[in-house]
Protein backbone atom coordinates (compact mmCIF):
# COMPACT_ATOMS: atom_id res chain seq x y z
CA UNK A 1 0.00 0.00 0.00
CA UNK A 2 0.83 3.96 -0.45
CA UNK A 3 3.20 5.37 2.20
CA UNK A 4 4.60 8.42 4.08
CA UNK A 5 7.52 8.80 5.87
CA UNK A 6 9.03 11.72 8.19
CA UNK A 7 12.05 11.73 10.52
CA UNK A 8 10.62 11.44 14.40
CA UNK A 9 12.32 14.65 15.79
CA UNK A 10 13.68 18.36 15.45
CA UNK A 11 14.96 20.47 17.95
CA UNK A 12 15.87 24.20 16.70
CA UNK A 13 16.68 27.00 18.29
CA UNK A 14 13.97 29.82 19.01
CA UNK A 15 13.49 32.37 16.56
CA UNK A 16 15.46 29.99 13.44
CA UNK A 17 13.80 28.04 10.71
CA UNK A 18 12.94 24.96 11.22
CA UNK A 19 12.57 22.38 8.22
CA UNK A 20 10.14 19.42 8.12
CA UNK A 21 10.56 16.61 5.50
CA UNK A 22 8.12 13.53 4.54
CA UNK A 23 8.48 11.76 1.95
CA UNK A 24 5.68 9.40 -0.06
CA UNK A 25 5.41 6.53 -2.38
CA UNK A 26 1.82 7.19 -4.44
CA UNK A 27 2.96 8.47 -7.82
CA UNK A 28 -0.93 9.36 -8.13
CA UNK A 29 -1.32 12.20 -5.08
CA UNK A 30 -3.53 14.88 -5.92
CA UNK A 31 -3.31 16.79 -2.93
CA UNK A 32 -0.45 16.86 0.24
CA UNK A 33 -1.08 17.96 3.48
CA UNK A 34 0.72 19.67 6.97
CA UNK A 35 -1.19 19.01 10.33
CA UNK A 36 -0.20 19.91 13.53
CA UNK A 37 -0.99 17.93 16.23
CA UNK A 38 -0.14 19.92 19.98
CA UNK A 39 -0.12 17.55 23.83
CA UNK A 40 -3.97 16.44 24.50
CA UNK A 41 -5.54 18.68 21.19
CA UNK A 42 -6.80 17.09 17.63
CA UNK A 43 -5.56 17.61 14.90
CA UNK A 44 -5.26 21.32 12.81
CA UNK A 45 -4.66 21.58 9.57
CA UNK A 46 -1.78 23.96 8.78
CA UNK A 47 -1.38 23.92 4.61
CA UNK A 48 -1.89 22.05 1.75
CA UNK A 49 -0.14 21.91 -1.72
CA UNK A 50 -1.91 20.87 -5.10
CA UNK A 51 0.77 18.02 -6.64
CA UNK A 52 1.02 20.33 -9.67
CA UNK A 53 2.25 23.08 -7.53
CA UNK A 54 5.99 23.45 -6.63
CA UNK A 55 5.70 25.58 -3.67
CA UNK A 56 3.44 27.09 -1.73
CA UNK A 57 3.70 30.12 0.94
CA UNK A 58 1.46 30.95 4.09
CA UNK A 59 2.90 33.50 6.07
CA UNK A 60 5.80 31.40 8.09
CA UNK A 61 5.02 28.03 6.23
CA UNK A 62 6.35 27.54 3.23
CA UNK A 63 5.82 24.04 1.34
CA UNK A 64 8.03 23.09 -1.04
CA UNK A 65 7.15 19.50 -3.49
CA UNK A 66 9.51 17.68 -5.55
CA UNK A 67 6.99 15.35 -7.56
CA UNK A 68 9.56 13.70 -8.88
CA UNK A 69 11.43 12.93 -6.06
CA UNK A 70 8.18 12.07 -4.01
CA UNK A 71 9.50 14.46 -1.77
CA UNK A 72 8.19 17.27 0.47
CA UNK A 73 8.59 19.84 3.33
CA UNK A 74 7.61 22.36 5.08
CA UNK A 75 9.80 25.07 5.99
CA UNK A 76 8.70 27.21 9.19
CA UNK A 77 10.48 30.43 9.31
CA UNK A 78 11.06 32.55 12.83
CA UNK A 79 10.66 29.29 14.58
CA UNK A 80 8.31 30.23 17.81
CA UNK A 81 8.49 28.19 20.91
CA UNK A 82 4.64 27.56 20.41
CA UNK A 83 5.64 25.95 17.11
CA UNK A 84 6.51 23.00 19.39
CA UNK A 85 4.27 19.99 18.48
CA UNK A 86 3.82 16.88 16.21
CA UNK A 87 3.88 17.72 12.43
CA UNK A 88 1.80 15.24 10.06
CA UNK A 89 2.53 15.23 6.69
CA UNK A 90 -0.67 13.01 4.74
CA UNK A 91 -1.28 12.08 1.34
CA UNK A 92 -5.04 12.31 0.11
CA UNK A 93 -5.32 8.79 -1.39
CA UNK A 94 -8.69 7.48 -3.05
CA UNK A 95 -10.92 9.42 -0.39
CA UNK A 96 -8.67 8.56 2.42
CA UNK A 97 -5.67 10.51 4.26
CA UNK A 98 -2.46 8.46 4.98
CA UNK A 99 -0.66 10.26 7.34
CA UNK A 100 3.38 9.69 8.26
CA UNK A 101 4.57 8.71 11.55
CA UNK A 102 4.74 12.70 12.00
CA UNK A 103 7.87 14.91 13.12
CA UNK A 104 7.84 15.96 16.84
CA UNK A 105 9.31 19.49 16.59
CA UNK A 106 10.73 20.63 19.65
CA UNK A 107 11.94 24.40 20.11
CA UNK A 108 14.24 25.86 22.83
CA UNK A 109 15.07 29.37 23.79
CA UNK B 1 -11.93 24.89 17.07
CA UNK B 2 -12.41 23.31 13.79
CA UNK B 3 -16.60 23.24 14.19
CA UNK B 4 -16.13 19.43 14.35
CA UNK B 5 -17.01 18.28 17.97
CA UNK B 6 -16.87 14.51 19.01
CA UNK B 7 -18.52 13.46 22.58
CA UNK B 8 -17.33 12.28 25.11
CA UNK B 9 -13.75 13.29 25.26
CA UNK B 10 -12.12 10.37 27.24
CA UNK B 11 -13.70 7.18 28.01
CA UNK B 12 -12.59 4.47 30.33
CA UNK B 13 -13.78 0.72 29.40
CA UNK B 14 -13.09 -2.76 30.01
CA UNK B 15 -12.23 -5.42 28.08
CA UNK B 16 -15.53 -7.55 26.40
CA UNK B 17 -17.75 -4.10 26.53
CA UNK B 18 -19.14 -2.17 23.63
CA UNK B 19 -18.75 1.61 23.33
CA UNK B 20 -20.13 4.45 21.56
CA UNK B 21 -18.26 7.57 19.62
CA UNK B 22 -20.05 10.14 18.67
CA UNK B 23 -19.41 12.95 15.73
CA UNK B 24 -20.84 16.13 14.40
CA UNK B 25 -19.58 17.41 11.81
CA UNK B 26 -19.39 21.08 10.66
CA UNK B 27 -22.02 22.83 9.49
CA UNK B 28 -22.41 22.12 5.30
CA UNK B 29 -20.02 19.36 5.56
CA UNK B 30 -21.74 16.08 3.96
CA UNK B 31 -18.93 13.43 4.60
CA UNK B 32 -17.48 11.86 8.07
CA UNK B 33 -13.61 10.22 8.38
CA UNK B 34 -13.18 8.63 11.25
CA UNK B 35 -9.51 7.87 12.14
CA UNK B 36 -7.67 5.89 15.21
CA UNK B 37 -4.59 7.44 16.70
CA UNK B 38 -2.63 4.70 18.79
CA UNK B 39 0.84 4.37 19.47
CA UNK B 40 1.70 1.41 17.54
CA UNK B 41 0.13 1.77 14.79
CA UNK B 42 0.02 5.85 14.11
CA UNK B 43 -2.65 7.64 12.79
CA UNK B 44 -4.76 4.88 10.37
CA UNK B 45 -8.09 5.78 8.28
CA UNK B 46 -10.68 3.65 9.62
CA UNK B 47 -13.84 4.69 7.51
CA UNK B 48 -16.22 7.57 5.66
CA UNK B 49 -19.31 8.15 5.06
CA UNK B 50 -20.65 10.37 2.74
CA UNK B 51 -24.10 12.10 3.02
CA UNK B 52 -25.17 8.76 5.30
CA UNK B 53 -23.86 5.93 2.73
CA UNK B 54 -20.49 4.14 3.25
CA UNK B 55 -17.87 5.64 0.65
CA UNK B 56 -14.60 4.29 1.73
CA UNK B 57 -13.18 1.82 4.54
CA UNK B 58 -10.05 1.26 5.65
CA UNK B 59 -8.34 -0.73 8.25
CA UNK B 60 -11.42 -1.38 10.31
CA UNK B 61 -11.86 -4.46 12.49
CA UNK B 62 -15.37 -6.04 12.01
CA UNK B 63 -15.84 -5.63 15.83
CA UNK B 64 -16.07 -1.81 14.81
CA UNK B 65 -19.08 -0.02 12.64
CA UNK B 66 -20.28 3.14 12.24
CA UNK B 67 -23.06 4.54 10.45
CA UNK B 68 -23.92 8.37 9.56
CA UNK B 69 -27.52 9.53 10.23
CA UNK B 70 -29.74 12.04 8.33
CA UNK B 71 -28.62 15.12 10.27
CA UNK B 72 -25.12 14.24 9.46
CA UNK B 73 -23.63 13.25 12.48
CA UNK B 74 -21.97 9.92 12.78
CA UNK B 75 -21.52 7.11 15.68
CA UNK B 76 -18.44 4.55 15.65
CA UNK B 77 -19.53 1.02 17.74
CA UNK B 78 -16.56 -0.32 19.03
CA UNK B 79 -17.74 -3.83 20.79
CA UNK B 80 -15.88 -6.56 22.25
CA UNK B 81 -13.45 -4.01 23.48
CA UNK B 82 -9.64 -5.32 23.55
CA UNK B 83 -6.48 -3.89 25.26
CA UNK B 84 -5.30 -2.91 21.61
CA UNK B 85 -8.00 -0.88 21.46
CA UNK B 86 -6.97 1.73 23.50
CA UNK B 87 -6.03 4.84 21.19
CA UNK B 88 -7.49 8.31 20.66
CA UNK B 89 -10.12 8.53 17.85
CA UNK B 90 -10.75 11.08 15.36
CA UNK B 91 -13.76 12.02 13.28
CA UNK B 92 -13.14 14.41 10.41
CA UNK B 93 -15.26 16.57 7.90
CA UNK B 94 -15.44 17.78 4.61
CA UNK B 95 -17.60 19.27 2.10
CA UNK B 96 -16.83 17.36 -1.23
CA UNK B 97 -17.52 13.66 -1.90
CA UNK B 98 -14.01 12.92 -3.22
CA UNK B 99 -11.27 13.62 -5.17
CA UNK B 100 -9.12 16.00 -3.08
CA UNK B 101 -10.54 17.55 0.16
CA UNK B 102 -9.59 19.05 3.03
CA UNK B 103 -10.71 17.66 5.91
CA UNK B 104 -11.16 19.39 9.27
CA UNK B 105 -10.46 17.30 12.40
CA UNK B 106 -12.67 17.07 15.90
CA UNK B 107 -10.27 17.48 19.26
CA UNK B 108 -10.78 13.27 19.35
CA UNK B 109 -11.95 10.75 21.85
CA UNK B 110 -9.49 8.94 23.91
CA UNK B 111 -10.49 5.57 24.73
CA UNK B 112 -8.86 3.23 27.39
CA UNK B 113 -9.48 0.31 27.78
CA UNK B 114 -8.95 -1.55 31.08
Known amino acids: GEDVEQSLFLSVREGDSSVINCTYT??????LYWYKQEPGAGLQLLTY?????DMKQDQRLTVLLNKKDKHLSLRIADTQTGDSAIYFC?????????FGTGTRLQVFP | DSGVTQTPKHLITATGQRVTLRCSPR?????VYWYQQSLDQGLQFLIQ???????AKGNILERFSAQQFPDLHSELNLSSLELGDSALYFC?????????????FGPGTRLLVL
Open chain 2, 92 to 104: ASSNRQGGGETQY
Open chain 1, 49 to 53: IFSNM
Open chain 1, 90 to 98: ADYNTDKLI
Open chain 2, 49 to 55: YYNGEER
Open chain 2, 27 to 31: SGDLS
Open chain 1, 26 to 31: DSSSTY
